[in-house]
């Protein structure tokens, strides 16, 4: 996963900030329990503590939920995409996460709703699969 080392916006508490910055500071996708266990040393006794912090995250659109793995991101584009349609690529061998956003598949998506009368507050797209180093990677060993 890329690194994002964003910096968090003032007006976060101080609990806030510090789950930001153990996120923007990943590898990967974070649990809410791995998070915990990082900032021990800072104080953060519970669970609620993360949770609180992580849902006013994703209310300020600086982080995201991935549903499918129950783990949290930084947002790689914060000032991007603060409606539409937000996806990501995540690698099943390496854990890697790539967000990206596409206007053809948005929209798609945009027509769908408007055709069948449905009003979509937020779409999140998952994809699923093997990342290119990773597929290269079982290339060559498969033609060992």
């Not at 503590?49 to 992580?54: G, H, I, K, N, P």
């Not at 603060?82 to 027509?111: H, M, P, R, W, Y």
Request: hydrophobic letters at 40%.
């Amino acid at each position: 996963m890329t690194h994002h080392h964003h910096h968090a916006p003032r007006d976060l508490t101080r609990n806030q900030t510090l789950v930001f910055d153990v996120l923007s500071k990943a590898d990967g996708p974070l649990s809410a329990y791995t998070i915990l266990d990082q900032l021990r040393d800072d104080g953060f006794r519970a669970p609620l503590q993360v949770y609180r912090a992580l849902e006013k995250l994703l209310d300020y659109g600086l982080i995201h939920r991935l549903e499918s793995l129950n783990a949290f991101v930084a947002c790689a584009h914060p000032q991007c995409h603060q409606q539409g349609l937000v996806a990501f690529a995540i690698c099943e061998k390496c854990g890697q996460v790539t967000e990206f956003s596409d206007a053809a598949i948005e929209n798609l998506v945009t027509a769908w709703s408007v055709q069948n009368g449905f009003k979509s507050r937020k779409t999140t797209l998952e994809l699923r699969g093997i990342c290119e180093a990773c597929d290269d990677h079982e290339s060559a060993s498969r033609k060992v």
